[in-house]
């Protein structure tokens, strides 16, 4: 059984239709990359995942249960979290108070240990605990961000570009990162548009194109398709 | 039909001559013919078959109706058209009926002047009244814009208020200026002795027999006339210029303000110019009612029916549409009037909650109109008559 | 964040010209500018009123009762600011709550047992229970008008200015039904009893019932204090204030928050309210008169920020008090509304306003 399955999405904004029909599917801890160029539709279809957007036809359901036309704060609470691409911190808020935002559906006593456990994941993160996360790098933003998404201990992670911006060593501490928690057992669907590293980490991949479904299969069989490669790939 | 009826529906005849052109829906050839005549046939048919006591009531509602309508123009010109959140129109309605006073009185001698001050009376003809009235509102507007107008939307609704709160409170506090917390009286008419016994002198006396019948109790229908006539004038030089290009840029700047500072066009004095041309619109009606009233003090410029009542009749009529916003007036001030009949049929009603409820009665005329505003708010924030050319950005459901 | 630098005033002068040009603009718009702003305005007031003749005692005196204003601005302004905070627009219709905490409290005092006054103070315990009751009951009718009208407009996505325009109408809203209520007469909390005034250093004389005003609004600044920033509630206040997509992405339900954020900011104006009435008596008018020193201190003390909203506050009334040693008392929402006009100009995001996000 699929953690998450997506069936004939149909979605977009007011009445520009960006998801023609997608279908993707989300197994019990594996990365799940969703690559394409840009405006194929990748943030949306997370978008629409999270209930930030409402499909207009088709089904999205997580753990068999219909997902489709909830609120973000109820979605949250089945246990899928969504990192979005900007603005995924409280600026004005510190590091731990981001945290806390991150496990507010929580009792207030499984708080603490909750934290440590992202602490130890990210050990910056403790050194700068009382800062402002405004005032951070954007590296440190991202981690901020992710670790607060991870307090409620889901087993999906939505990731939307979390390398996007960052400088190439950046990039590398974010995808080690990323498999470090998935090694945890978290599954994990994100979006890149860091594509070859993204696939050669994913178990399977998907790509979008004028917000169709294109190809799919394992990241390897995706990356060894000279079509993929030429089109998405960048040669 | 006797002389006085006929000379009666003649004046009413012309106001609404005025008036009904605007107000047909606009393309077709004979709306300018069409609403003459419609209107010279209207006033001459109310004039002959109502009452003369209703057909007063009847004036001095089209009076304050077209008053209000040229606020409404006014304020359009600035939210409408330019996208100016301005929360103090009474200030600028106040400024231009206290500068026409001024200008129009007679400086009070004797002992007359301990009860009366003033820091000038120039005693000077109606329409230079009018005219100071324009001139004093655009400098305030201009003094007020320059600072003002560079902050964000909320703000500047913020700083409007205070403006108008601040030049209430200067006619309210200084004695010297325009006799303070007192009445301002004896703001003189115009082509008020037309009316009384003695005939005007520039009236050749070949002609006097004309008006011969006509009383003092007469002279609302003969106002009502200037002030449609007014309305009228405001009307079409509004509708040019915002037809012309220095209309198109404005919008320009609403709409996408960024893009046209782009190219290059003065976005900044654009701004000032739609704020100053708005408060000089808002000046000449505050003119035109302090020549109505014969006497104003501060308390008639208050935020409920300088800057409220306007509001909703912006807000009803539709934004940036200049017929909307005359039809808004219309029929706000209808509803505002309307509702004292209400109130006075719901008194015995309300004398069986509480014994001082009846007394009261008048602020169930506030409730209704704050309720009429919510409502447009909620369910149709464009209004009545949409947006001619283009739909405010500010007032789209998803306009964010 | 990076700041966008769309426009570059000054180009083409030459490069050490506008360097010191941008300088002297980013040094205007610090924090400290603005404060130097402030006391020098303060000390030009001083020096007005000596040459307008008034005494250094009563100067002082006047600063004494500056600061009792002060608190009670402080009251309606923090709520005022929370809202404005969350929910990003101008509540117009505060002044209105204010009005309404006070009459609720007339209302609630005569109900209940009259007790002695608490001397040196000139009221009893049952004002004490008025208040602790209107505050959850102009909380209430705040929620209430959220609901009906703001939580729709939310819904469609509408523009802040339909904000604005709806709290304007509910503001008339409020005001017409509390005429109807409690009609425009003059009303005192007890009416005819003294409240003398007690006698500090430097001859100062100020009654007892406006340093429980000060009091009260400090005690309520540190609860608020608590609240924002040990609760979770609190905390998510901020949260929401600060990104409410990314609050409702964290599992925050965002309308409840907005529903407490109408609570606090209606039971603080009511606080505020009552103290105003308190300090001199009831009037329909009461809520307007105070809403531009509101929004001045809201503004100056930087939106969504309760201690930048007191200390704002304090700065506006004690300017007001003084002004009066120069000017007509009837101008103190002008003096307000003046230090305000400076800050927009100066520094927008106000005194504590942060700069980021």
Redesign the interface.
Same mark, same amino acid.
């Given at each position: 059984m699929p953690l998450l399955k997506a069936e004939g999405v149909t979605a977009g904004y007011?009445d520009m239709e960006i998801l023609h029909e997608v279908d993707l599917e989300v197994e019990a801890g594996e990365i799940v990359s969703l690559i394409g160029p840009n405006g194929a539709g990748k943030s949306t279809l997370m978008k629409t995942i999270?209930g930030?957007l409402h499909p207009k036809s088709g089904s999205i359901t997580y753990r068999d249960k219909p997902i489709h036309g909830r609120?973000?704060?109820e979605i $949250?609470?089945l246990g899928l979290?969504?990192v979005?691409q900007v603005?995924? $911190?409280?600026?004005?808020?510190t590091v731990e108070?981001n945290l806390?935002?991150?496990a507010?559906?929580l009792d207030?006593r499984e708080i603490p240990p909750r934290r440590e456990r992202v602490y130890e994941l990210f050990p910056r993160l403790r050194e700068r605990r009382r800062q402002?996360a405004?005032?951070m790098s954007g590296g440190e933003r991202q981690m901020v961000a992710m670790g607060?998404a991870l307090m409620?201990e889901p087993d999906l992670l939505l990731l939307d570009e979390p390398s996007a911006g960052l400088s190439p060593k950046l990039v590398d501490e974010i995808f080690d990162n990323i498999r470090r928690i998935n090694a945890a057992g978290l599954a994990v669907l994100m979006v890149e548009q860091n594509a070859r590293k993204s696939l050669q980490m994913a178990n399977r991949g998907y790509v979008l194109a004028n917000g169709e479904n294109r190809y799919d299969g394992t990241g390897q069989e995706l990356l060894a398709d000279p079509d993929v490669a030429r089109l998405y790939l960048g040669g | 039909m006797s002389q006085l009826i006929f000379l009666k529906g003649l004046m009413l005849g012309i106001a609404l001559a005025c008036i009904l052109p605007i107000l047909l829906p606009p393309g077709s050839r004979w709306r300018v013919p069409g609403g003459i005549v419609l209107g010279l046939a209207a006033g001459l048919g109310i004039a002959a078959s109502v009452p003369s006591g209703y057909l007063s009531y009847f004036i001095g509602f089209m009076t304050m109706a077209s008053l209000y309508a040229i606020l409404s123009l006014g304020l359009n010109t600035q939210w409408g058209y330019t996208g100016h959140l301005n929360f103090g129109v009474a200030g600028f309605f106040a400024v231009g009926a206290f500068t026409s006073a001024l200008f129009t009185i007679e400086a009070p001698t004797g002992l007359a002047a301990q009860y009366t001050q003033v820091l000038f009376g120039l005693e000077m003809p109606f329409l230079v009244g009018v005219l100071a009235a324009a001139v004093v509102s655009a400098l305030v507007a201009f003094v007020v814009a320059v600072p003002v107008l560079r902050l964000r939307l909320d703000f500047l609704a913020i700083a409007t208020i205070g403006v108008a709160e601040i030049i209430r409170l200067i006619f309210q506090n200084e004695r010297w200026l325009a006799n303070g917390p007192q009445p301002l009286r004896g703001i003189p008419q115009p082509g008020r002795c037309l009316f009384e016994s003695r005939h005007c002198e520039w009236l050749p006396e070949s002609l006097a027999w004309l008006i011969e019948p006509l009383g003092t109790r007469d002279y609302t229908a003969f106002y009502l006339m200037v002030v449609a006539a007014f309305l009228a004038l405001i009307y079409v030089v509004l509708e040019r210029t915002c037809r012309s290009p220095w209309g198109r840029m404005l919008r320009a700047v609403r709409d996408e303000e960024s893009s046209a500072a782009m190219n290059g066009k003065n976005v900044t004095f654009a701004r000032v110019q739609a704020f100053v041309v708005g408060a000089v619109v808002m000046g000449i009606a505050g003119a035109l009612y302090a020549h109505y009233t014969v006497a104003i003090d501060y308390s008639h410029f208050h935020a409920l029916f300088g800057t409220f009542l306007v509001w909703i009749m912006l807000m009803l009529g539709g934004s940036g549409n200049h017929r909307g916003a005359i039809l808004g007036a219309i029929l706000v001030w209808g509803v505002w009037a309307g509702t004292a009949f209400l109130a006075n049929a719901l008194e015995p009603l309300l004398a069986l909650i509480h014994e001082d409820l009846p007394g009261r009665a008048q602020y169930i005329r506030w409730l209704l109109v704050s309720l009429l505003l919510a409502a447009v708010v909620l369910f149709r924030p464009q209004g009545l008559l949409p947006e001619e050319m283009r739909v405010s950005n500010h007032l789209r459901g998803?306009g964010r | 964040?990076a700041v966008s630098e769309t426009r570059k005033p000054g180009e083409g002068l030459p490069a050490d010209e506008r360097r010191r040009g941008e300088r002297l603009r980013a040094f205007i718009r610090t924090r400290g500018f603005l404060v130097g702003t402030f006391v020098v305005i303060l000390i030009a007031m001083y020096v007005a009123g000596l040459i307008a003749g008034a005494s250094a005692q009563r100067l002082l005196a006047l600063t004494a009762w500056g600061l009792m204003l002060g608190g009670i601005i402080a009251l309606g302004s923090i709520g005022l600011s929370l809202v404005y905070g969350v929910l990003k627009f101008p509540n117009f219709s505060h002044g209105a709550l204010v009005t309404l905490g006070a009459y609720v409290a007339y209302t609630v005092v005569p109900l209940l047992p009259q007790g002695e006054a608490l001397r040196p103070l000139s009221f009893g315990y049952e004002f004490l229970v008025a208040l602790v009751v209107a505050m959850p009951v102009v909380g209430a009718v705040a929620v209430a008008i959220d609901r009906l009208v703001y939580r729709r407009l939310r819904n469609t996505g509408a523009h802040l200015v339909l904000f604005a325009m709806a709290s304007l109408a509910m503001a008339f809203f409020v005001r017409s039904m509390i005429y109807l209520i409690w009609g425009p007469d003059f009303h005192f909390y007890y009416p005819g009893r003294a409240n003398p005034a007690l006698y500090l250093p430097f001859g100062m004389r100020v009654r007892a019932d406006q340093l429980f005003i000060l009091v009260l609004a400090f005690v309520l600044v540190a609860a608020v204090y608590v609240l924002l920033e040990w609760t979770?509630m609190g905390?998510?206040m =901020?949260?929401t204030?600060?990104?409410p997509?990314?609050?409702?992405?964290?599992?925050?339900?965002?309308e409840r928050v907005i529903s407490w954020t109408w609570m606090l900011g209606g039971g603080l104006a009511a606080a505020g309210g009552i103290m105003y009435g308190l300090s001199s008596q009831l009037r329909p008018e009461m809520g307007f008169w105070l809403l531009l020193p509101m929004f001045a201190a809201t503004i100056m003390g930087g939106i969504g920020n309760p201690y930048g909203a007191l200390s704002a506050a304090l700065i506006i009334g004690i300017a007001h008090q003084v002004s009066t040693s120069f000017l007509d008392p009837t101008y103190g929402p002008a003096v307000a509304f003046v230090l305000m006009v400076l800050t927009l100009l100066i520094r927008p995001q106000g005194l504590l306003g =942060?700069t980021?996000?």
């Amino acid at each position: 059984m699929p953690l998450l399955k997506a069936e004939g999405v149909t979605a977009g904004y007011g009445d520009m239709e960006i998801l023609h029909e997608v279908d993707l599917e989300v197994e019990a801890g594996e990365i799940v990359s969703l690559i394409g160029p840009n405006g194929a539709g990748k943030s949306t279809l997370m978008k629409t995942i999270f209930g930030l957007l409402h499909p207009k036809s088709g089904s999205i359901t997580y753990r068999d249960k219909p997902i489709h036309g909830r609120k973000p704060h109820e979605i $949250v609470t089945l246990g899928l979290c969504y990192v979005p691409q900007v603005a995924n $911190v409280f600026v004005t808020l510190t590091v731990e108070e981001n945290l806390d935002m991150g496990a507010y559906l929580l009792d207030e006593r499984e708080i603490p240990p909750r934290r440590e456990r992202v602490y130890e994941l990210f050990p910056r993160l403790r050194e700068r605990r009382r800062q402002r996360a405004g005032k951070m790098s954007g590296g440190e933003r991202q981690m901020v961000a992710m670790g607060s998404a991870l307090m409620l201990e889901p087993d999906l992670l939505l990731l939307d570009e979390p390398s996007a911006g960052l400088s190439p060593k950046l990039v590398d501490e974010i995808f080690d990162n990323i498999r470090r928690i998935n090694a945890a057992g978290l599954a994990v669907l994100m979006v890149e548009q860091n594509a070859r590293k993204s696939l050669q980490m994913a178990n399977r991949g998907y790509v979008l194109a004028n917000g169709e479904n294109r190809y799919d299969g394992t990241g390897q069989e995706l990356l060894a398709d000279p079509d993929v490669a030429r089109l998405y790939l960048g040669g | 039909m006797s002389q006085l009826i006929f000379l009666k529906g003649l004046m009413l005849g012309i106001a609404l001559a005025c008036i009904l052109p605007i107000l047909l829906p606009p393309g077709s050839r004979w709306r300018v013919p069409g609403g003459i005549v419609l209107g010279l046939a209207a006033g001459l048919g109310i004039a002959a078959s109502v009452p003369s006591g209703y057909l007063s009531y009847f004036i001095g509602f089209m009076t304050m109706a077209s008053l209000y309508a040229i606020l409404s123009l006014g304020l359009n010109t600035q939210w409408g058209y330019t996208g100016h959140l301005n929360f103090g129109v009474a200030g600028f309605f106040a400024v231009g009926a206290f500068t026409s006073a001024l200008f129009t009185i007679e400086a009070p001698t004797g002992l007359a002047a301990q009860y009366t001050q003033v820091l000038f009376g120039l005693e000077m003809p109606f329409l230079v009244g009018v005219l100071a009235a324009a001139v004093v509102s655009a400098l305030v507007a201009f003094v007020v814009a320059v600072p003002v107008l560079r902050l964000r939307l909320d703000f500047l609704a913020i700083a409007t208020i205070g403006v108008a709160e601040i030049i209430r409170l200067i006619f309210q506090n200084e004695r010297w200026l325009a006799n303070g917390p007192q009445p301002l009286r004896g703001i003189p008419q115009p082509g008020r002795c037309l009316f009384e016994s003695r005939h005007c002198e520039w009236l050749p006396e070949s002609l006097a027999w004309l008006i011969e019948p006509l009383g003092t109790r007469d002279y609302t229908a003969f106002y009502l006339m200037v002030v449609a006539a007014f309305l009228a004038l405001i009307y079409v030089v509004l509708e040019r210029t915002c037809r012309s290009p220095w209309g198109r840029m404005l919008r320009a700047v609403r709409d996408e303000e960024s893009s046209a500072a782009m190219n290059g066009k003065n976005v900044t004095f654009a701004r000032v110019q739609a704020f100053v041309v708005g408060a000089v619109v808002m000046g000449i009606a505050g003119a035109l009612y302090a020549h109505y009233t014969v006497a104003i003090d501060y308390s008639h410029f208050h935020a409920l029916f300088g800057t409220f009542l306007v509001w909703i009749m912006l807000m009803l009529g539709g934004s940036g549409n200049h017929r909307g916003a005359i039809l808004g007036a219309i029929l706000v001030w209808g509803v505002w009037a309307g509702t004292a009949f209400l109130a006075n049929a719901l008194e015995p009603l309300l004398a069986l909650i509480h014994e001082d409820l009846p007394g009261r009665a008048q602020y169930i005329r506030w409730l209704l109109v704050s309720l009429l505003l919510a409502a447009v708010v909620l369910f149709r924030p464009q209004g009545l008559l949409p947006e001619e050319m283009r739909v405010s950005n500010h007032l789209r459901g998803d306009g964010r | 964040m990076a700041v966008s630098e769309t426009r570059k005033p000054g180009e083409g002068l030459p490069a050490d010209e506008r360097r010191r040009g941008e300088r002297l603009r980013a040094f205007i718009r610090t924090r400290g500018f603005l404060v130097g702003t402030f006391v020098v305005i303060l000390i030009a007031m001083y020096v007005a009123g000596l040459i307008a003749g008034a005494s250094a005692q009563r100067l002082l005196a006047l600063t004494a009762w500056g600061l009792m204003l002060g608190g009670i601005i402080a009251l309606g302004s923090i709520g005022l600011s929370l809202v404005y905070g969350v929910l990003k627009f101008p509540n117009f219709s505060h002044g209105a709550l204010v009005t309404l905490g006070a009459y609720v409290a007339y209302t609630v005092v005569p109900l209940l047992p009259q007790g002695e006054a608490l001397r040196p103070l000139s009221f009893g315990y049952e004002f004490l229970v008025a208040l602790v009751v209107a505050m959850p009951v102009v909380g209430a009718v705040a929620v209430a008008i959220d609901r009906l009208v703001y939580r729709r407009l939310r819904n469609t996505g509408a523009h802040l200015v339909l904000f604005a325009m709806a709290s304007l109408a509910m503001a008339f809203f409020v005001r017409s039904m509390i005429y109807l209520i409690w009609g425009p007469d003059f009303h005192f909390y007890y009416p005819g009893r003294a409240n003398p005034a007690l006698y500090l250093p430097f001859g100062m004389r100020v009654r007892a019932d406006q340093l429980f005003i000060l009091v009260l609004a400090f005690v309520l600044v540190a609860a608020v204090y608590v609240l924002l920033e040990w609760t979770r509630m609190g905390k998510a206040m =901020r949260a929401t204030a600060d990104n409410p997509h990314l609050a409702q992405i964290r599992g925050i339900n965002t309308e409840r928050v907005i529903s407490w954020t109408w609570m606090l900011g209606g039971g603080l104006a009511a606080a505020g309210g009552i103290m105003y009435g308190l300090s001199s008596q009831l009037r329909p008018e009461m809520g307007f008169w105070l809403l531009l020193p509101m929004f001045a201190a809201t503004i100056m003390g930087g939106i969504g920020n309760p201690y930048g909203a007191l200390s704002a506050a304090l700065i506006i009334g004690i300017a007001h008090q003084v002004s009066t040693s120069f000017l007509d008392p009837t101008y103190g929402p002008a003096v307000a509304f003046v230090l305000m006009v400076l800050t927009l100009l100066i520094r927008p995001q106000g005194l504590l306003g =942060r700069t980021e996000g």
